[in-house]
């Protein structure tokens, strides 16, 4: 599973012109999803969101998590994170989850970070959405269960 995490100020996620989720100061984190995930995978990177110090403390360290401010978690479903643009220049996609399990899986990660964390919105999976945010820093973390990274 890969993660990209991105501390903002605000986001939301318009799916046909309607708004379907929004948070204020917290996380917004795109999702993807590879065959060889396992549940293992989820629950790594859910505690690595939620638990990431990120936000500044009183003396302007990166010493406070999700947890320590109250944050909004916005998650997004992103298959685009398994894309392989080293050949050519059309990116391969085939190292993603195929969707009608990545869909399941989707499902799952948000059971699981909310079981962990009560503050959590989503965007609508296999929908053109329109992510808006107001990247915090800019602070932009990236993670992979793999710990390619």
Same mark, same amino acid.
């Given at each position: 599973?890969?993660?990209?995490?991105?501390?903002?100020?605000?986001?939301?996620?318009?799916?046909?012109?309607n708004?379907?989720?929004?948070i204020?100061?917290?996380?917004?984190?795109?999702?993807?999803?590879?065959?060889?995930?396992?549940?293992?995978d989820?629950?790594?990177?859910?505690?690595?969101?939620?638990?990431?110090? *990120?936000?500044?403390? &009183?003396?302007?360290?990166?010493?406070?998590?999700? $947890?320590?401010? @109250?944050?909004?978690?916005? %998650?997004?479903?992103?298959?685009?994170?398994?894309?392989?643009?080293?050949?050519?220049?059309?990116?391969?996609?085939?190292?993603?989850?195929?969707?009608?399990?990545?869909?399941?899986?989707?499902?799952?990660?948000?059971? *699981?970070?909310?079981? &962990?964390?009560?503050?959590?919105?989503?965007?609508? $999976?296999?929908? @053109?959405?329109?992510?808006? %945010?107001?990247?915090?820093?800019?602070?932009?973390?990236?993670?992979?269960?793999?710990?390619?990274?």
């Amino acid at each position: 599973m890969r993660a990209v995490i991105q501390r903002v100020l605000q986001a939301s996620v318009e799916v046909d012109g309607n708004s379907i989720a929004s948070i204020n100061k917290g996380l917004a984190v795109l999702a993807g999803f590879a065959p060889s995930d396992t549940s293992k995978d989820l629950e790594y990177i859910c505690q690595k969101i939620i638990g990431i110090r *990120i936000f500044d403390d &009183a003396s302007s360290f990166m010493n406070l998590s999700l $947890f320590d401010v @109250h944050g909004g978690l916005l %998650l997004i479903p992103q298959f685009t994170l398994y894309g392989d643009a080293r050949k050519g220049r059309r990116p391969s996609f085939s190292s993603a989850m195929k969707p009608e399990t990545a869909s399941e899986y989707f499902d799952s990660f948000v059971a *699981i970070c909310k079981a &962990a964390y009560p503050h959590v919105a989503t965007g609508k $999976f296999k929908a @053109h959405m329109k992510v808006m %945010l107001v990247n915090d820093g800019p602070v932009t973390i990236l993670l992979d269960s793999s710990k390619l990274f």
